[in-house]
T-cell receptor, first 115, second 112 residues
Framework: GAGVSQSPRYKVAKRGQDVALRCDPI?????LFWYQQALGQGPEFLTY????????KSGLPSDRFFAERPEGSVSTLKIQRTQQEDSAVYLC?????????????FGEGSWLTVV | DQQVKQNSPSLSVQEGRISILNCDYT??????FLWYKKYPAEGPTFLIS?????DKNEDGRFTVFLNKSAKHLSLHIVPSQPGDSAVYFC???????????FGTGTKLQVIP
């Protein structure tokens, strides 16, 4: 597709369950970001990849959160032993290198509810 | 520490009038600013941006103004249309790669 694709769109997990959220960036975009958006808040940065290298993971809230992009394209955000406070929309975004422009394109998000 | 602030959580404007959405920031290292529009159940959509070396950027009905000395930017929509009703996020980038810092959003309602 032409845009950033995320799956699943909606996920309900029982507390303690592990979840995996997938992101397909726009073809050719080397930069990939994960953001977390809680209800009524703006998106908060989680982590950044340049190709397969995770260059910044300073926003990951705990060691239960793990992201990977092994081949520099598709990325997976994994949350282990989910807690209720993990309930949020997880947004993936991709972009070209900054010297090619500053527009970051977002997917529609994966809506996680932990019960 | 909220580095990008949108102090108005909501705004109502009559169709055809001007909508003005405001944003303040605290980090003087930000060098690029963006506005995103978000409909319910969708991801943010890029709207317009401005570099810190400029004070105005215009794209159709949308104009962004930047006042660096005041660390303030605003988005003007004129004329406002009902389809503009959405949540608008102000965002900023600081050097390096495009790590975006978002404000908390302003919900705009354009009344027909």
């Amino acid at each position: 597709g032409a845009g950033v694709s995320q799956s699943p769109r909606y996920k309900v997990a029982k507390r303690g369950q592990d979840v995996a959220l997938r992101c397909d960036p726009i073809s050719g975009h080397v930069s990939l970001f994960w953001y977390q958006q809680a209800l009524g808040q703006g998106p908060e940065f989680l982590t950044y990849f340049q190709n397969e290298a995770q260059l910044d993971k300073s926003g990951l809230p705990s060691d239960r959160f793990f992201a990977e992009r092994p081949e520099g394209s598709v990325s997976t955000l994994k949350i282990q032993r989910t807690q209720q406070e993990d309930s949020a929309v997880y947004l993936c975004a991709s972009s070209l290198p900054r010297d090619s422009g500053n527009t970051i394109y977002f997917g529609e998000g994966s809506w996680l509810t932990v019960v | 520490d909220q580095q990008v602030k949108q102090n108005s959580p909501s705004l109502s404007v009559q169709e055809g009038r001007i909508s003005i959405l405001n944003c303040d920031y605290t980090n003087s290292m930000f060098d690029y600013f963006l506005w995103y529009k978000k409909y319910p159940a969708e991801g943010p959509t890029f709207l317009i941006s401005i570099s810190s070396i400029k004070d105005k950027n215009e794209d159709g009905r949308f104009t962004v103004f930047l006042n660096k000395s005041a660390k303030h930017l605003s988005l003007h929509i004129v004329p406002s249309q009902p389809g503009d009703s959405a949540v608008y996020f102000c965002a900023a980038i600081r050097g390096g790669y495009q790590k975006v810092t978002f404000g908390t959003g302003t919900k705009l309602q354009v009344i027909p």
